[in-house]
């Protein structure tokens, strides 16, 4: 961790202005950090998206859900309902009883003859979330090809650092048109991404209703993407919990760049940021407890290859009756649960239930997930990512080896003083086969070996 003089913080130096438009406030949702992208400065960092910002499972996959019912709306043709705001704000801000109350009142609305597509890596999870509101089919693009697999289409997004997505569901009945498609991302900035789907899409498989729904939609006001879409013959509507306006200054992408610079020349430690690294010399610190995961035979684990609408229910019904034992989380530890890049919505599920199994005078409950998105790290009180983990990929990636990141699990939650100790009395990270390599042990565990203090490993089917 490194702090960096200067006149103002670094949110301040770099210019980046954030103002709520409509809905709920999008200050009380994001936080802003540095990107590490020649072609891109700043990155918004949601308190409810579970993958930068550890945060209560309750209130991320309430966000989720929340989301999905504005969609019910607007597919319905009714007006949009009204959002309970303050909990919302309350719950992103890590109060957990308001987390808990938000997510207790919340259940799914269906069900509805749509597809919805979350894009990954940051999304898959909350499209999820979606679909399970709305009760529907659910399929997440995927960055990772699979062997057997055919890909049943794939699409571009612009300016990213990853920027190859590919749809591969096991049914292409799924895929099918005619009925609505929901495409769900945590954030809107240009919307091109959306449209870059929308147009590949509808090219082969076209359909008349496409709505785009995000957590935030921080589109510039002369965005033409619902004019776009109208031009394919297809109508679009757009939801969002809050809505907002990012102002930025002409010399932004300098801005960045000088600033990278100079927290690089005063970081101290062996990568940029002030992040550290795992290393692949010597054993790992014990106790380190490995456990596969007991899962019904057919039933998806998320939406990489497709999850059926009637699959939801049996999804709930597989974690209260098959994931939890063994796993309770004790009333007295701090427990995070970490997922691994696509693989969000189990981890965030179990947590969830872990949560609500803990009761409300536990210790708590996190859940967070591992990215691949590259970020400046700057210990600075209202900077977005605080500490970093920086990793080697542990899942033979077809774009061939790289780093990867897990930001802000070394202080845990800042209001807990842990006397010096580990943030984290018990990390459980949750990995698929293809995840479960030597290099996971090398790297992410070995990260966060000082940083807990105890891990078990949760292998899915």
Known sequence: M????????????????????????????????????????????????????????????????????????????????????????????????????????????GPTDALVLGFAETATALGHCVAEALVSDYLHSTRREVPGVT???????????????TLLPTDPDLMRGGRPLVLVDDELSTGRTALNTITALHRAMPRERYVVAALVDARPPDSDLVEAVAALGARLDVVSLATARVELPADVIARAAALRSEIDRRADLPTRGGASVGSDAGALPAPLEVRALGW???????????????????????????????LEADPAERTLVLGTEELMQLPLRLAQVLADAAGPEAAGVWFSTSTRSPAVVVDEPDYALRTGLVFAAHDGPADGPGR??????????????????????????????????????????????????????????
Do not use: C, Q
């Open 2 to 109: 490194i702090a960096v003089a200067g006149t103002g913080s670094i949110v301040d130096r770099l210019g980046v202005r954030l103002e709520p438009v409509a809905g709920a406030d999008a200050t009380a949702l994001l936080g802003v950090a540095l990107r590490r992208n020649p072609l891109r400065a700043h990155l918004l960092v949601s308190r409810v998206l579970g993958k930068h910002i550890p945060s209560d499972p309750r209130a991320v996959r309430a966000a989720g859900l929340l989301l999905g019912l504005l969609v019910a709306d607007v597919l319905a043709g009714r007006p949009p309902r009204a959002l309970p705001t303050e909990r919302l704000h309350a719950a992103a801000a890590g109060d957990r009883a308001a987390a808990a109350a938000l997510h207790a009142s919340l259940a799914p609305e």
């Open 151 to 165: 890909a049943a289409g794939g699409f571009t997004e612009e300016h990213s650092h990853a920027t190859s997505h």
């Open 296 to 326: 019904p035979a057919g039933l998806a684990v998320g939406g990489r290859h497709g999850f059926a609408a009637a699959d939801h229910a049996a999804f709930a019904t597989a974690l209260a009756e098959v994931a939890v034992p063994g």
């Open 404 to 461: 990867r990141y897990a930001y802000n699990l070394a202080t845990g939650d800042p209001d807990a003083a842990r006397g010096g100790g580990p943030a984290w009395d018990r990390v459980v990270v949750v990995v698929d086969p293809p995840g479960d390599t030597p290099a996971l042990r090398s790297g992410l565990l070995r990260a966060l070996a000082p940083h807990t203090r105890r891990t078990t490993l949760l292998v899915t089917p």
